[in-house]
Every structure is written in C-alpha cells, then in structure tokens.
C-alpha cells in the first residue's frame, strides 16, 4: 500500500519496515540506511488526511476491516485521487474483497498507470486470482505508454516483478506480531521461518532466470523489475552475493544497473562474510554486535570517500551528518 502522493510516496512502508528491522535485528530483513534519489514534491495535502492518518493506523495495527471503512469514506470524498483509490485496493485486497479489490485496482492504474501494483505484497491475494493475469497484461500497455516503452523483456520483467513482491512479503505481518507480542514472540519466530524459507525459494528463482537471461537490465525490463535482482540477493546469503557480485559491477558500468545497489550489495556481502564494509552503507544489524545507530567498521577510513565519489555516492561525512549515525574512525585502517 502506498500513501496518499498518488502511491509514489513509500514514507509508510519504510517506516513500517525499519520498525521491524529495530526490534529484529535481522539481517535477512534488513534494509538499507543509504537515501534513494529524493522523490518529486509531494502536492498539497488533500481533505480529509485526518482520515487517512486514521486508515493507516488501523492498518498498522492489523484492523483492516476498520481500514476498509476508514478507506471507503475517503474514496467517497475524491473518487478521482489515484493515492486514495489504490489504497483502497489495497486494504480490499488484505480483507480477501477480491472483487472489490480487483475493481478499485483497475480504476487506480487508469488514473495513473504505475509499477507499484506489479510488486505491492498487499495484492498478493489478487496475484493468486485467475484475473491477475488479465490485469497485468492490461497495464503493461500502458505503463509502456507512460515510461516510452521501457519494459521490451516483458516475461523477464513478470518474472521479476513477482519475485520482488515475494521478496517483501511478510514484513507487515512480521511487524504486528512484533509490536503485540514482543520480538521472541513463537509467532515471530515462525514468521522468521517463513521469510527465510521465501528468501531460499526467491534465490532458486533467480539463479535460475539469471543462468537464462543474464543480469536484468534497465533499458529492458524497466528499473523496478530490474531492481528485484538485488532485493532477493540481498536477503539471501554471502556465497550468492559473492557469486554476482561481478555481473552486478558489470551491469552498473554499462549504466544498466544503480550503484547505490551495489554498495549496498557489496557492504552487505562483506558483512556476511564478517569482514568491514567498503562502502559505509550500513550500520549494525545485530543490535548484539552494535547500535543500530552504529556504523558498522570500515575496510579503509583513509579511503571511504574515494570508493563512494567513485560510484556517485554523497560523501560519508554528509550522510552521517545529516542521519545522525554515529561513526568513530579507527586508529589503524581495517584492510
């Protein structure tokens, strides 16, 4: 589900997200601390954003039926708003109102055509409906008609867009369970279980489409599905990502692939293989390692800052100022 700023806004699902990764400390979870490409001013609030705060609570909480309602009062004030319409959808969706859902789906692409639906795990009950296939051939169109004709591979992007909502799947439940019934909750280990046995699964996927067609490029699969490649690795283990790490690289140098992925990705390896990070893209994911608010070591103080402006990445100093990550160099550079 997406916020009101015609679903391109995520503030809510990260929120959601970092919320779980606090409590967790997990690894196979956990998101990235470095900023993404700032998004486009949002517009003016619109009436009635009480109420959507109010929506959004209640899905926070696990009340979807309650959201629904909320969601359906808001709809009957700006029917036209395309924010409004696919959060609807989406709270439909959770409430298994399949048709509903499916309908009030249809009407948000049509006001603003967008990837988000391709990859939302809130419709994962829509995606196992005989009518996905239908609705996703139908957008595809027009998200070619929007983007100029971005997406060329459109079976490797299915692919892709499937296994990135895959891929996020579970982290709502997980983050309910976590604030009702504590982060060593059974429910909360079972749900653990769960993603990793997803995780495992998106990886055989992956492997399998990368030995067919290669790492995913932009200019072919759109950069969203193109993104998924580097959510499932990085959620999978060091020997993945080493084995990928150069077709990645790869791709980045052919303006194929983001660079901020791949830091990502590679600080990431290195942690999993419990060594520093190069790039300083992380803090601490084990709270029993240190602080989440920690950045984790890194392989060279004196050559942090060269490694980042290479890749286009602000340099560290100014990231660490402006999230209030706490950094203290080491004597000697950890190579």
């Not at 984790?296 to 800052?305: C, I, R, T």
Request: aromatic share 8%; hydrophobic share 35%; net charge neutral.
């Amino acid at each position: 589900m997406k916020t009101i700023n015609h679903f391109k806004n995520d503030n809510m699902k990260t929120k959601r997200i970092l919320l779980i990764l606090f409590l967790l400390g997990l690894s196979a979870l956990a998101e990235s601390q470095l900023p993404l490409p700032p998004p486009p001013p949002p517009p003016p609030p619109p009436s009635g954003s009480g109420e959507v705060s109010k929506a959004d609570s209640l899905v926070n909480e696990g009340d979807i039926q309650g959201a629904i309602a909320e969601y359906k009062k808001i709809y009957g004030l700006n029917p036209r708003d395309p924010g409004t319409t696919y959060n609807y959808a989406c709270v439909l969706s959770r409430g298994s109102q399949i048709d509903s859902a499916f309908r009030y789906l249809s009407l948000a692409v049509k006001l603003n055509p967008s990837t988000s639906a391709l990859t939302d795990p809130d419709l994962l009950n829509l995606r196992e409906d005989k009518r996905w296939e239908d609705f996703e051939n139908d957008l595809i169109p027009m998200l070619n008609r929007k983007n100029n004709n971005a997406i060329k591979d459109i079976d490797y992007a299915k692919s892709l867009w499937r296994l990135l909502c895959m891929d996020q799947s579970c982290f709502y439940e997980t983050g309910i369970a976590v604030r009702k019934l504590g982060p060593g909750s059974p429910v909360v280990t079972a749900l653990r279980r769960l993603q990793t046995m997803i995780n495992d699964n998106n990886l055989k996927e992956l492997e399998s489409l990368l030995s067919q067609k290669g790492w995913p490029r932009r200019s072919e699969v759109g950069p969203e599905a193109a993104g998924a490649a580097f959510f499932v690795l990085q959620h999978s283990n060091a020997e993945a990502q080493q084995k990928y790490i150069s077709m990645f690289e790869k791709s980045c140098r052919e303006n194929e692939g983001s660079w901020q992925h791949y830091a990502l990705m590679f600080d990431r390896m290195r942690m999993n293989q419990n060594k520093p990070q190069r790039f300083g893209t992380h803090t601490y994911l084990d709270p029993r390692a240190g602080s989440p608010n920690e950045l984790y070591p890194l392989e060279d103080d004196s050559k942090v800052e060269e490694w980042r402006k290479e890749i286009g990445l602000e340099p560290l100093r100014d990231y660490l100022a402006r999230t209030g990550i706490k950094y203290v160099p080491s004597q000697v550079s950890n190579k």
